[in-house]
T-cell receptor
Framework: DAGVTQSPTHLIKTRGQQVTLRCSPK?????VSWYQQALGQGPQFIFQYYEEEERQRGNFPDRFSGHQFPNYSSELNVNALLLGDSALYLC?????????????FGDGTRLSIL | EDQVTQSPEALRLQEGESSSLNCSYTVSGLRGLFWYRQDPGKGPEFLFT???AGEEKEKERLKATLTKKESFLHITAPKPEDSATYLCAVQAYGQNFVFGPGTRLSVLP
């Protein structure tokens, strides 16, 4: 039973560039959430996708956008990268939107901005 | 606004020395409280879900409890492999997860 997979594992970009991160949810899950985790801090919620639509959004600017595909996989796009965007980006999947089921996380993409 | 705090920020224990981690929360309408373990360079690994005050869950050396304002993660006779960051998250009705900053646990042999 495959868990949540994310790619790439590491990425280095420069300020002003754009980046796309990818996530495949755990088998049987249909909801994908994205989080940003700075060093030494807990994950911060970016947004959640269900049925190919953004359902909830945290306090992140419009530079952060996403997409969910019919097979439930998802992408996170970040435009006009800033130094402060350097972080571990985590994808989590769950079954059903709005439920209280636990979210299962991938190992993340480490994004470094130079 | 939903808030989660965790204490202590870091904890060093000798192998076999039991202790507890605290998660205090403020949320309008708790739907669930979740404990995760995170190893360096890895994503959070799900441990427990607690839904209502008075509920308890156990898994090996770990036991999680919940009151109306806080949750405790009790670690009995810890081993070095229990060293990790332990994260607490709450979910309110209609909202997504709000995580605390975590407690870094080190268990020395």
């Amino acid at each position: 039973d495959a868990g949540v997979t994310q790619s790439p594992t590491h990425l280095i970009k420069t300020r002003g560039q754009q980046v796309t991160l990818r996530c495949s949810p755990k088998s049987g899950h249909d909801t994908v959430s994205w989080y940003q985790q700075a060093l030494g801090q807990g994950p911060q919620f970016i947004f959640q996708y269900y049925e190919e639509e953004e359902r909830q959004r945290g306090n992140f600017p419009d530079r952060f956008s996403g997409h969910q595909f019919p097979n439930y996989s998802s992408e996170l796009n970040v435009n006009a990268l800033l130094l402060g965007d350097s972080a571990l980006y985590l994808c989590a999947s769950s079954l059903g939107q709005g439920g209280n089921q636990p979210q299962h996380f991938g190992d993340g993409t480490r994004l470094s901005i130079l | 606004e939903d808030q989660v705090t965790q204490s202590p920020e870091a904890l060093r224990l000798q192998e076999g020395e039991s202790s507890s981690l605290n998660c205090s929360y403020t949320v309008s309408g708790l739907r669930g409280l979740f404990w995760y373990r995170q190893d360096p360079g890895k994503g959070p690994e799900f441990l427990f879900t607690l839904y209502s005050a008075g509920e308890e869950k156990e898994k090996e050396r770990l036991k999680a409890t919940l009151t109306k304002k806080e949750s405790f993660l009790h670690i009995t006779a810890p081993k070095p492999e229990d060293s990790a960051t332990y994260l607490c998250a709450v979910q309110a009705y209609g909202q997504n997860f709000v995580f605390g900053p975590g407690t870094r646990l080190s268990v020395l042999p």
